[in-house]
């Protein structure tokens, strides 16, 4: 059985429902799963997982929220070697600029990202929860 970590920041609560998405994707394909929230995870559970997603929404220019998900975040950026990993998260503009970005860090740190991040526009749709469901499924 996988073990898998769903860490997250939300400030709307539209990719804290992303995260319980996920998090029933991956119970549905017979993982053990952690949903966490940005403040309670750090580079020292890294390795506690088999796998971890890792959901924030765009912020201010397109970026990661600052206070609490970047610096843990970067905190994890050297144990992602080799990790599978997927992102996901919503935003209310732009083009998803701040996805596309944070994919090619990750890729840049080693990590393996499992599928397609997920990103809903706002609160998520039907086709969005369909897709955080086989997101949590692709990282088993």
Known sequence: ??????????????????????AEGAKAAGAEVDVLTASEFGA???????????????????????SEFEPMFSDCEGK?????????GSYGWGDGEWM???????KGDGAVLACESVLANEAPDDDAVAACQALGKALC
């Open 80 to 88: 992602l070697g080799g990790k599978k990993i997927a992102l996901f």
């Open 44 to 66: 020292d559970k890294m390795d506690a997982y088999d796998a971890v997603a890792f959901g924030c929404p765009a912020m201010g220019a397109e970026e990661l929220e600052d």
């Open 1 to 22: 059985m996988s073990k898998i970590a769903v860490v997250y920041w939300s400030g709307t609560g539209n990719t804290e429902a992303m995260a319980n998405e996920v």
């Open 100 to 106: 596309r970005t944070w994919e090619e860090t990750c």
